[in-house]
């Protein structure tokens, strides 16, 4: 995706951001984001990964310094980006600096 294409799309309202999906709102809610929280690490957030239609991105909640996930989806051509889902990382899977997974060694390969 190219994410800063998308950013420009957005504050020019050539395409909505779509902040509906009910399972991006429920984890939002169950880690204490709101939908600002949510745009502003859409157009702010930094790319962690980008797997074509779909990127993570990393922000901060201000203040606090709470680090979260986006997975933002978007289809050139499409009127919309959608928040897909979000969360707070899992420090067992992720490194301290939030964009880098952690490598899980497979405890049967130690035999």
């Known amino acids: 995706m190219n994410l800063q294409r998308v950013r420009d ?42 797997y074509g239609d779909r990127v993570l991105l990393l922000h901060f909640v201000p203040n606090y310094r709470i680090p979260f996930h986006v997975v933002l989806e978007f289809t050139e051509g499409d009127d919309r980006a959608t928040v897909v889902t979000t969360y707070i990382p899992d420090n067992i899977l992720w490194e ?10 497979d405890k049967k390969k130690k035999r």
């Open 9 to 50: 799309l957005l504050k020019r309202g050539a395409i909505e951001l779509d902040l509906s999906l009910p399972h991006a709102l429920t984890e939002a809610r169950k880690d204490g984001l709101t939908t600002d929280d949510l745009e502003v690490a859409v157009i702010a957030g930094e790319l962690v990964e980008d």
């Open 96 to 105: 301290a600096d939030w964009k880098t997974r952690k490598k899980i060694r």
